[in-house]
């Protein structure tokens, strides 16, 4: 059975960091994208950063790129989400989720954590 589980989030201030990770259980890491996406309230979910997980190729939507860095840790079946300089925008829960290829689509993923929240403020 897939499980994939979300921890690291909290309350932090504006230029704050927080890192978020994503432990896979029920499948091997190397065959997947791994996903983070998030949601604010009254917004749908919004892609923020993917990885492949079998050549590290990592992307980023442009309003974090700079901020945030994905990366893995196949032998232990993580993905991190290292959050720096962190703005209020950047609130929401955040979701991480494993699919076949890489982008923003939700669809296109097909397992999913129950989510961390995220909240910066002063």
């Known amino acids: 059975q897939v499980h994939l589980v979300e921890s690291g989030g909290g309350l932090v201030q504006p230029g704050d960091a927080l890192r978020l990770s994503c432990t896979v259980s029920g499948f091997t890491l190397p065959y997947y994208v791994i996903g983070w996406f998030r949601q604010a309230p009254g917004k749908g979910r919004e892609g923020v950063s993917c990885i492949e997980t079998y050549d590290d190729r990592q992307y980023y939507t442009d309003s974090v790129k700079g901020r945030f860095t994905i990366s893995r840790d196949n032998a232990k079946n993580t993905v991190h989400l290292q959050m720096n300089n962190l703005k209020p925008e950047d609130t929401g829960v955040y979701y991480c989720?494993?699919?076949?290829?890489?982008?923003?689509?939700?669809?296109?993923?097909?397992?999913w954590g129950q989510g961390t929240q995220v909240t910066v403020s002063s």
């Open positions: 989720a494993a699919g076949f290829s890489a982008g923003w689509d939700p669809a296109e993923y097909n397992y």
